[in-house]
């Protein structure tokens, strides 16, 4: 009986880890998608934000991946949390939060560049220019590392 027993206590804890792990997928790819759809990047000249200087993610092109990589993260944390203990719902969990959280990395790093760009193009003195990082970039990353957090905590079924 204690075979069994052990047995039991091993697939609570699994059933446990992954429903842990589902909520942690879940969440993160409603802050992805959500933030895809956010300003990502302010641009200030002189102080003064003129018409058009905020930038969501679906702006720029970078927001639909990451809604892509959202619903399909979504997707995995809910087949995890109806039970699926399939290998391919961790891959999913894992892939689509790098995806994510290097797509939101990359344009904050870019976003000093695009200052200079514009000042650059408009012949604007330089240090008039500035870029700021707006919400939807970090709900992004967050989103990114959660869906990673859950896709490493994910308990698959032995092969």
């Known amino acids: 009986m204690d075979g069994m027993s052990t047995v039991a206590e091993d697939d609570q804890r ?4 992954n429903r842990q792990a589902a909520y942690i997928g879940l969440g993160a790819a409603a802050l992805a998608i959500l933030g895809a759809f956010l300003v990502w990047l302010t641009i200030t000249i002189d102080g003064l934000s003129p ?6 993610g679906w702006d720029n092109g970078d927001g639909r991946t990451i809604l892509v990589a959202g619903v399909a ?3 995995a944390s809910l ?5 699926l203990r399939d290998l391919w719902t961790k891959v999913l969990l894992l892939i689509s ?5 290097i797509i939101a990395i990359v344009n904050m790093v870019d ?3 695009k200052a200079h760009d514009i000042q650059m193009q408009f012949g ?3 240090g008039d ?5 707006g919400i939807g970039l970090y709900l992004v990353v967050i989103g990114g590392v959660g869906l990673v957090a859950a896709g490493l905590r994910v308990r698959t079924s032995p092969s």
């Open 14 to 17: 699994t059933t446990a880890a």
């Open 51 to 56: 018409p058009g200087s905020a930038q969501t």
């Open 73 to 75: 993260g979504a997707i």
């Open 79 to 83: 087949a995890i949390l109806l039970g």
């Open 97 to 101: 939060g790098a995806i994510v959280a």
């Open 111 to 113: 976003a000093g560049s």
């Open 124 to 126: 604007i003195p330089e």
């Open 129 to 133: 220019v500035k870029a700021k990082i």
